[in-house]
Every structure is written in C-alpha cells, then in structure tokens.
C-alpha cells in the first residue's frame, strides 16, 4: 500500500492550546480519512477530504487537504480534555481497494 | 444498531494452536478488512475483501487466512499462531472499498506465549 507519514508521534498541551497533526505523502493521494481512537477504545471515523485543497470544520476540528493532495493536517482548537486520544490519517490510493493507516498522533491534555 | 462484532475480545493461547477470531457486521458491507495494532506501527492492514468470495493481501497477510463465504462474515484464522502475532487485531468494513467510511469492530487482544 502508499506510505502515508504522520507527525508528530506524541504531543503534550496544556488544556486550551491549540495542536496540529500533519499527515504526508510522497505520491499524490486520491482521498484522506481522519480517525480518532480514544485509549482503550476502537478507531472512529472523523471525517474524509478528497478535493484538492478542501478545508473542513467540525466545530474545533479543521481538516486541511493539501493543493497538491500530497499532505493533509488535522488541527484543533482550544484542546479540552475530551479531545485525549490517537488520531489516525489514512488513504487508499487511486484504483486501489487497500487502505493505508499513519502511525497515528498519540494527545495528552494536561488539565 | 448498527455495528461490527468480533470475538473473542481477549485471547490468551499457546504457539502452535490454531485459532479464529471471528467478525461479523450488520450493515450489508461489501468490503471488510483485518488490521492489527502495535505500539509506535499504527494500524497495519493484513487482509481485506471487497465481496464475499473475494479477497486480497494487505501489508502484512504472513501467517493469516481468511475466507468471506457470506457477505456479514469474515474471519481470521492463524493455523499456527506464534508469539510475534501477539497484538491487537481489528475487524472494519465499508460499504464498498476502503475509499469509504470504515466501521471498526472493538478489537480482539490476542496474546500468544
């Protein structure tokens, strides 16, 4: 399957900063899907952006697809504690049937 | 309600002796696929089928099977587990290829010593 590179591995805020994960890909991509994984939990779907740079919000998530379609970022605002977990990108390349995962985002929010 | 199933959740086996874990969903999904998870390797595909009957290697297929004979069903099987396949497995499905939405099942923690 493509590679799809995500970073950073970890990251540390304090409740209320702001954070940013980026996903990038050395080829260009046909889709990109966001996913949150909460601890002990299972991956669930966020959201999926396939336009060349298309922005999309959910409240204090926004979702950024690259003009290229080579990179994609998630970012949130104002981090709460709720927002604790992993986030995943992951895309399937043009005509194919596999899916490719990043090695993910792991939050902490410091209260 | 809408959902994916796996079973067991959790497994503790020995080298050697084979095992299914099963999956299931409800949805009518045509494409269904296994992941496993390791700590710093994110979710790695091992299997994917895209309807029953049809089924494909993903990155890491060494040491699974899998068979789709129904469009709900979609097991995994390790004819002899060993204990580099200690992980945590998840089942997922889609309504069509993995371009769409997947549905995660709640994942099967699978040891093997």
């Known amino acids: 399957g493509q590679q799809v590179m995500q970073i950073p591995q970890y990251q540390h805020v304090q409740e209320g900063e702001d954070f940013t994960t980026y996903c990038n890909s050395s080829t260009t991509l046909s889709n990109i899907q966001w996913y949150k994984q909460r601890p002990g939990g299972h991956p669930v779907f966020l959201i999926q952006l396939v336009k060349s740079g298309e922005v999309k919000k959910q409240k204090r998530l926004t979702f950024q697809f690259g003009e290229a379609k080579k990179n994609s970022s998630l970012h949130i605002t104002a981090t709460q504690t709720t927002d604790v977990g992993t986030y995943f990108c992951a895309s399937s390349g043009a005509g194919s049937y596999q899916l490719t995962f990043g090695k993910g985002t792991k939050l902490s929010v410091i209260p | 309600e809408a959902q994916v199933t796996q079973n067991p959740r959790y497994l503790i086996t020995v080298t050697g002796k084979k095992l299914t874990v099963t999956c299931s969903q409800n949805m009518n999904h045509e494409y269904m696929s296994w992941y496993r998870q390791d700590p710093g390797l994110g979710l790695r595909q091992i299997y994917y089928?895209?309807?029953?009957?049809?089924?494909d290697k993903g990155d890491v297929p060494e040491g699974y099977k899998v068979s789709r004979k129904e469009k709900r069903n979609f097991p995994l099987i390790l004819e002899s587990p060993s204990p580099n396949q200690t992980s945590l497995y998840f089942c997922a499905s889609s309504l069509e290829t993995g371009a769409y939405e997947q549905y995660f099942g709640p994942g099967t923690r699978l040891t093997v010593t």
């Open positions: 089928s895209m309807n029953v009957e049809v089924t």
